[in-house]
């Protein structure tokens, strides 16, 4: 053969090999430059109402995973789903932008394949999702339509009833301790309830703060249930109550109780991406800048004082300021901060990530007992973050002011609360609301004449405390049971009067975080 006949086979090889290229169908990777046809969200669905047979009970708090799913679709293949998650918890204060709700922005992103994802959501909570699909050319869908779903509130969050089960409560009106349920301070535009109807049941008000939103009548000739709605155009805060206005032995059986949350800044809700250290949206870092710095800063101070404060801001609410300070080769440019807080009711704590420049941090514990836990780490220009601080804490007492015991008014010495306790006649005190610990930090008054006092928890004995003294004075006193309790906290005088000051409740900081925190 001679090398011009050679020469015509390669030639003709690769014409053939262009040929066949170019009858090949288009793929998901050859198709990243060419590919604009963005990719659509066809269909989403969420359960909008939670009912108590959806709630489970996780040892220490009720929740629900109700699966949020979708469906979508590309001319040449979804090659990822993001979905953005909002969460607006039952007593949320400093947990996102707004005063009262929680608001996580996560966008988290997940395969092509993946059709559903199940989000938690606690009692009296509300989830509201969104998706959108993106190919392997990075063209993506618009957002789908937000979707909600409502979590009914329980007994952990709601207090006050006669017989209450978990997610039942029945009002009578027999006096001022059995004619009302209030749940947690939430931040709503409306409430849903359901009733058990029939010939022996009464009339109740609803509430949310001190508006009056109606009156649910659950009078019928025969027995079962209703449910009603009660929304207003603006956007109330408070304790949602409900109470009975039956004059006779006729009682109100509330059998579901949900916080319409507002909804209306989610559509305009502002979209960011997770880091790669964990950031969340909720105030994110500045991309980082393309360096040769391979070197991490260090935290060298960081400190959430007072630990457990006991004098009230100008706001009536307690204050914790946390200040820390860091070094770096080059510069620190700003901090990531987590907090984790727990209402007084749980020892379940929720939490979230933020970014600052600032190097310290004004949090306001509330006054029903509540914990606020920090860290912070620092970050620079390169995008180098240092290890995260130790967690520091922060716990509200559970005050006289708040309106917790339920006695009312006592006496306030030297700017803090006390609660009395006397034997004769013999008397004790109680909290209003359900509380959940495992120990107790404590206050009393010391004297010749003081005596001993019993401490509960719910049914579970914390401790006695013997307050004689020969001199007039006060101690602190740190309680601890083996176990985790839950109830009302009882203050039971067993010999002389005596007087307990605040009380603190100390966490079970080992049960689960309910978030994406390392």
């Keep these: ?49 939670l009912v108590p047979g959806d709630m489970k009970w996780r040892g220490a708090f009720w929740s629900a995973t109700p699966a949020y799913t979708w469906s979508s679709s590309d001319n040449v293949g979804v090659a990822s789903h993001e979905v953005q998650t909002w969460i ?29 994802l199940h989000t938690e959501v606690g009692e009296g909570e509300q989830a509201c999702q969104r998706v959108r699909a993106k190919d392997a050319a990075g063209n993506r869908s618009p957002w789908s339509a937000w979707r909600c779903t409502y979590a009914p509130f329980g007994e952990r969050t709601v207090d006050g009833a006669w017989d209450p089960t978990s997610f039942s409560f029945k009002l009578r009106n027999t006096g001022a301790a059995n ?42 000739k025969r027995s079962g ?20 206005t039956s004059t006779s032995s006729k009682s109100f059986l509330l ?20 880091g790669s250290q964990g950031e969340t949206d909720s105030g994110n870092p500045p991309a980082p800048v393309p360096s040769a710095d391979g070197t991490s800063p260090r935290i060298t101070k960081f400190s959430f004082t007072p630990a457990w404060p006991t004098k009230r801001a100008a706001n009536g609410m307690y204050r914790a300021v946390a200040t820390w300070a860091a070094t770096d080769n080059v510069k620190v440019t700003g901090y990531l901060y987590q907090e984790k807080i727990a209402s007084g009711g749980t020892s379940l704590f929720a939490s979230g990530t ?48 708040g309106g917790n015991w339920a006695s009312g008014g006592f006496p306030e010495i030297a700017g803090d609360p006390w609660v009395y306790a006397a034997v004769s006649p013999r008397t004790s005190d109680q909290t209003i609301d359900r509380y959940t610990a495992k120990s107790l930090r404590l206050k009393v008054r010391t004297g010749p004449t003081r005596g001993k006092v019993n401490i509960y928890v719910g049914g579970v004995r914390f401790g006695t405390i013997n307050t004689y003294a020969r001199t007039n004075g006060s101690r602190w006193v740190v309680l601890h049971h083996d176990r985790e309790a839950r109830g009302r906290i009882r203050v039971v005088a067993v ?6 000051g605040p009380v603190y409740l100390v966490k079970d900081t080992a049960k689960a975080v309910r978030s994406d925190i390392g």
Excluded at 17 to 34: F, G, I, K, R
Excluded at 189 to 217: D, E, F, H, Q, W
Excluded at 362 to 368: G, L, N, S, V
Excluded at 495 to 500: E, G, P, S
């Design 1 to 49: 053969m001679t090398l011009t006949s050679r020469r015509r086979l390669r030639l003709a090889a690769a014409t053939a090999v262009a040929m066949l290229a170019a009858l090949a169908p288009v793929t998901a990777a050859s198709a990243t430059s060419t590919d604009i046809t963005a990719p659509k969200i066809t269909a989403t669905s969420y359960k909008q109402w």
């Design 88 to 116: 607006g918890n039952g007593k949320g204060s400093r947990l996102g932008v707004s005063t009262w709700s929680s608001i996580a922005k996560y966008v988290k992103t997940y395969s092509g394949t993946r059709r559903s």
């Design 179 to 220: 004619d009302r349920v209030a749940t947690v301070p939430v931040r709503a535009t409306g409430v849903r309830i359901r009733v058990a109807t029939g010939p022996t049941r009464g009339t109740a008000k609803v509430y949310i703060g001190s508006t009056y939103l109606g009156t649910v009548s659950a009078a019928a």
């Design 225 to 244: 249930s209703k449910y009603v709605t009660f929304r207003k155009a603006s956007t109330l805060s408070g304790w949602i109550r409900v109470r009975t």
């Design 255 to 274: 059998t579901g109780l949900w916080a319409i949350r507002p909804t209306a800044g989610l559509s305009t809700a502002t979209i960011g991406y997770p």
């Design 354 to 401: 933020r970014y600052t420049t600032s190097t310290s941090l004004t949090e306001m514990p509330d006054y029903r007992g509540d914990t606020t836990c920090l860290r912070v780490r620092a970050r620079d220009a390169a995008g180098n973050v240092s290890p995260w601080s130790g967690w520091r804490c922060s716990t509200a007492p559970i005050t006289v002011l």
């Design 495 to 500: 010999t002389k009067k005596a007087y307990v």
